[in-house]
DNA sequence: CACGTCCTCTGTACCGTTTCACTAAACCGG
DNA sequence: CCGGTTTAGTGAAACGGTACAGAGGACGTG
């Protein structure tokens, strides 16, 4: 067999050490039990002097295994991304897996990039979408079939699909903002909520609506604004909203938050003193506004980290029928709330 | 040749559209050119019949490259790493390359990082650093040395080094934002400054002392603080501060700016009525704080994208010396300096 | 001493592509 | 009709590992 000397392989190291490509291939790989220790020794010196460094593409091909799964995210400028990835990367470090990211913004580069990654030989995938209520699937379907593990991190799918979810739960999130407010005696409740064709604004108002049914108060429509989750729809819908004198403000999203703080304040009104404030979001965003904003927190890091795990799983068992994690957000109190006047 | 029947290979498909291995080869490349209009059809038919996806795998072990470059990054946990992510996945993706995605905290797992990276076969490397400025290099230098493109951003190397480097002008940003207080009319500027083991806080000094400089102005070291760019560290300094009665105060950092608003106002100022404020880094971070405040921004999106473009150019033409990229920052104005009264 | 077992190590087919060297047929001008 | 060129397509050796089946020797045992 004619060799090219200059790159350094598997068989250049048993060669060097004099040793069999099989032997050095056991060293590699940990199977140090069928192993003399002079031979070890042997083994090791020559990977030293030569160098080397596995290639885990060879490797890979002959395993069919990369240790690589790939994180498909919808919305690479949501401010939701990074710490899911987060999570995710540190879960696969901890597994040993690598991370392959790709950046999907629509429906089309989704589709691009589930098939690219399918030729990368991801041992699996993980889809972190944007809340869309509408929302194409059956590439993740058919790719399931062809035996992909798959999970996905907030998105919605049929009924009884196969492939298991990783859900946050706005509805409970927002259920325990409201309640906050009603335990603090607040009667005349506001909401600026996020747009209605996400299924996180539409959980998020649905929450907020059966706190209040719960606590026997009436819900006008007239407190429900709608906004496009920007800190100037934000500062518009509490602008709008200053007219029906609510004395506490539900609001579903971080900057729409720190926009109606600002039009309360351009208003000359004081919060908490004149009105209570509870956004939902990124805690940091809000942490350091003044006053700190009270808010609800969804565990994203920890729905990166859950994915992986889910997914290495269905890696492991590939039977493994699909299963719903939805996660509990918490309520952080800090300075925007307080008992009504 | 015994073939397992179950898996669709490249094999498949050419028995299955009667034709050669090498014909099926040349149609995925997109050798069209040699090949008639029948055997074209026959081929695309028999790939779609079978569902085949191509194995980029055994491709990259056949090419010896994986269309794929590596980012490391020294803190996933540091707020401008979302950014430099989303620059160079977009480069990526344009250039059709893969992103393969490391955290790596410390050291010893950055060296880990690039060995595995190595092993996987990357076509080439970028280092997104934390501004540390004694930082080993020797384990880069060393893979460049064996053929491995690298580039940094964010990263001091040694004179001379062959390894390009993508800056952001740190000193240049701090320049412009005392600058436009020093044009705004104030005498006594204060400087919260970022820590002096890293290279931007220094920076950002020095930038602050020149303008100082230019300008006639004095600098006193009782009116420049150190803090650790956190919004507690900003909080104090700026409490400290106060005992100095400056009338404006540049701060090296986002988080502290804010800290430093809570302060003022904690202590019965007005921005920019008593005090001017000049933020640096992350302008939503502090865009929708009240008042929105002036900031210096840099271009970190960009230096993503730049990094990939000149890692591209050394993976095309391995030779290219090493350059450094310096990215000049762009000063915000917004709503927290003003002309001194 | 024959035999089975354990231990250590080896040879080589195979993973699924690319690509080089080559061939058969078609074409074409003189 | 001939020699040369172009066109369309083929066969098989890499690429760098893994892993199966098995070899050879040492050792214990009856």
């Known amino acids: 067999m004619r060799e090219r000397a200059n790159r350094t392989t598997i068989r250049r190291v048993a060669r060097e050490a004099g040793v069999s490509v099989t032997t050095v291939s056991n060293y590699l790989n940990g199977r140090h039990s069928q192993m003399s220790a002079a031979t070890r020794e042997r083994v090791r010196e020559a990977i030293q002097r030569l160098g080397y460094h596995p290639n885990h593409v060879a490797r890979s091909l002959a395993t069919r295994r990369t240790a690589t799964i790939g994180l498909i995210i919808s919305e690479l400028t949501n401010a939701l991304y990074p710490p899911v990835i987060l999570g995710a990367e540190a879960a696969c470090r901890h597994a040993q897996y690598s991370l392959l990211l790709a950046n999907a913004p629509d429906a089309e580069s989704e589709r691009r990039a589930v098939e690219l990654m399918r030729r990368k ?3 699996g995938l993980i889809l972190f979408s944007v809340s869309f209520i509408d929302i194409a699937n059956d590439h993740l379907l058919c790719a399931h079939e062809e035996g992909v593990p798959i999970v996905v991190i907030n998105r919605t799918m049929p009924e009884g699909a196969p492939i298991p979810r990783v859900m946050l739960d706005n509805f409970r999130g927002a259920y325990l903002a409201t309640r906050h407010l009603v335990e603090l005696g607040h009667r005349c409740i506001a909401h600026i909520a996020g747009p209605a064709n996400r299924f996180t604004g539409l959980d998020r108002r649905a929450g907020y609506l059966a706190a209040l049914a719960e606590a026997g108060l009436e819900s006008t429509s007239a407190l429900v604004l709608e906004g496009d989750y920007s800190f100037e729809s934000g500062y518009r819908a509490m602008h709008a909203l200053l007219d029906h004198r609510p004395s506490a403000v ?26 209570s404030l509870v956004a939902f979001g990124n805690p940091d965003f809000v942490h350091y506004a003044t006053p700190a904003l009270t808010t609800v ?45």
């Open 121 to 123: 030989q991801v041992d």
């Open 250 to 275: 539900f609001i579903g999203g971080d900057a729409m938050a720190l926009g109606a703080l600002r039009a309360i304040r351009d208003a000359g009104l004081r919060v908490p003193d004149d009105l």
């Open 297 to 341: 927190d969804l565990p994203i890091v920890e729905a990166g980290k859950i994915a992986v795990e889910l997914l290495l799983e269905r890696i492991a068992a590939p039977e493994t029928p699909g299963e719903t994690r939805m996660l509990a957000p918490r309520l952080l109190v800090r300075e925007s709330t307080a008992p009504i006047a």
